[in-house]
């Protein structure tokens, strides 16, 4: 049988010739009763508590699996952008090595072409030297003639071979230009 505060409070003892003052046992069996009456109480508040905290417990629990699996998305997460930015890099790297190959190839064309037109250059150069050359020997050879065969004033046989000195290089120049 289960003792209820309420059960102690009515509880009656027969009494006999020695017996308990009866008072006394009721008086005691109310403040016992008070006090099981007090119990009760505090144990169904504690279990109240008790379940609050079980079901915190519980969230809680809840709550760890899930930052756990975020903590874990995340990290998948982190290893996905880590993985595409690494390939982004190594495009980068890539499309600049390339460009600087072009680059490279580039000016390497460039100074070939350089390098030729400065061999044209110096080709043209002697040419031109050259054919200076023939054509003041040629002036040379007609004034050397000229004065041989013909003995002016030497203002005006210089004036004459100026003017023929000066055709002479027209000639040339237009045979030049004409090739």
Known sequence: MKVSPANIKEQRFKSKVLGFD????TTFLDIVADDVEGLISENRDLNEEL???ENEI???KENKEKFEKLIDTVERFKSTIIGIAEKE???LVGDAELKAKEILRGADIEGERIKKDIDKLREE???FAINLRLTVESFLNILDTEIGE???SPVTSKWKDGEKVAVEFDNIFNEEKEE
Not at 22 to 25: A, I, Q, T
Request: aromatic share 0%; no cysteine.
């Open 89 to 91: 890099a190594q495009t």
């Open 125 to 127: 150069k002697s040419r």
């Open 22 to 25: 009866k008072e006394e046992v």
């Open 58 to 60: 519980k969230e809680l």
């Open 51 to 53: 379940k609050k905290k």
């Open 150 to 152: 013909n003995k002016e």
